[in-house]
């Protein structure tokens, strides 16, 4: 583990780990509340390059592993507002925002994110790594997650539209919904994404290239974030309120 660790776990504010801790141990365990400014969040990048040991990231496994960090602080967010639903909730939720948080997660993750892993996890089977039947069964989710993702769009869409839906229906479905998206994020980086960096030579990922297309995220890239701009700026927000 890289000798300065201690200090860049120190700087972004992270709990105690011990060195017996992996990378993906550690990335798994990220508090992303902590990250509450886009300075901050840039800084992620410093972090990941100190934990992978200075390796250098292919393109494509950078946005995949930047995604991730992203969807965990989607999903705090989500999250949240999902709570509001609660009976003993004082506060009121923001419909807006859960739909759009939705609808990003039908047009990146479930259009982009999951394909490209989909191509990534099926070169690892034909190595038959290890973890092949976790493998299979995270390409399974992610059918799932698409599912599920359209279920709980639909189910929100009709409180929008009023009609009656009972609050505790709501809030079990959504939960149910994000721990689904935590476990199966949580799984990947554990056991699959450390892979790419054993598996893939720079020939592979330039195979890999012609299979995969990088797509700008709608809602974090500087570039295309203006159709997410109102959920961007709540999360931005939501984070800041929990630092303080």
């Given at each position: 583990m890289h000798r300065y660790l201690a200090y860049y776990l120190s700087f972004f504010n992270l709990r105690k780990f011990s060195q017996q801790d992996s990378v993906s141990d550690i990335y798994c365990m990220f508090d992303t509340s902590q990250y509450n400014c886009e300075h901050n969040h840039a800084n992620v990048e410093l972090l990941m390059s100190v934990l992978l040991g200075g390796v250098v990231m292919h393109k494509i496994q950078h946005q995949l592993h930047t995604d991730h960090y992203h969807l965990q602080r989607l999903l705090n967010c989500l999250s949240h507002e999902i709570g509001c639903y609660d009976f003993d909730s004082k506060q009121v939720p923001d419909l807006d925002i859960i739909l759009s948080a939705l609808d990003y997660l039908r047009t990146y993750p479930d259009k982009w994110h999951h394909p490209s892993e989909d191509i990534i996890f099926n070169r690892l089977l034909n190595r038959k790594v290890k973890v092949s039947k976790l493998i299979k069964q995270l390409q399974i989710e992610h059918e799932k997650i698409i599912l599920e993702t359209k279920k709980i769009n639909e189910l929100f869409n009709s409180v929008a539209d009023d009609c009656i839906v009972s609050a505790d229906e709501l809030l079990?479905?959504?939960?149910?919904?994000?721990?689904?998206?935590?476990?199966?994020?949580?799984?990947?980086?554990?056991?699959?994404?450390?892979?790419?960096?054993?598996?893939?030579?720079?020939?592979?990922?330039?195979?890999?290239?012609?299979?995969?297309?990088?797509?700008?995220?709608?809602?974090?890239?500087?570039?295309?974030?203006?159709?997410?701009?109102?959920?961007?700026?709540?999360?931005?927000?939501?984070?800041?309120?929990?630092?303080?």
């Open positions: 079990t479905g959504a939960k149910k919904f994000i721990e689904l998206q935590k476990q199966h994020l949580n799984k990947e980086n554990e056991f699959i994404y450390p892979l790419m960096n054993t598996e893939f030579s720079e020939k592979d990922w330039r195979e890999i290239e012609k299979e995969i297309k990088l797509q700008d995220d709608p809602l974090f890239s500087n570039r295309s974030k203006k159709e997410f701009d109102q959920l961007y700026r709540y999360i931005l927000d939501m984070e800041e309120s929990r630092s303080t």
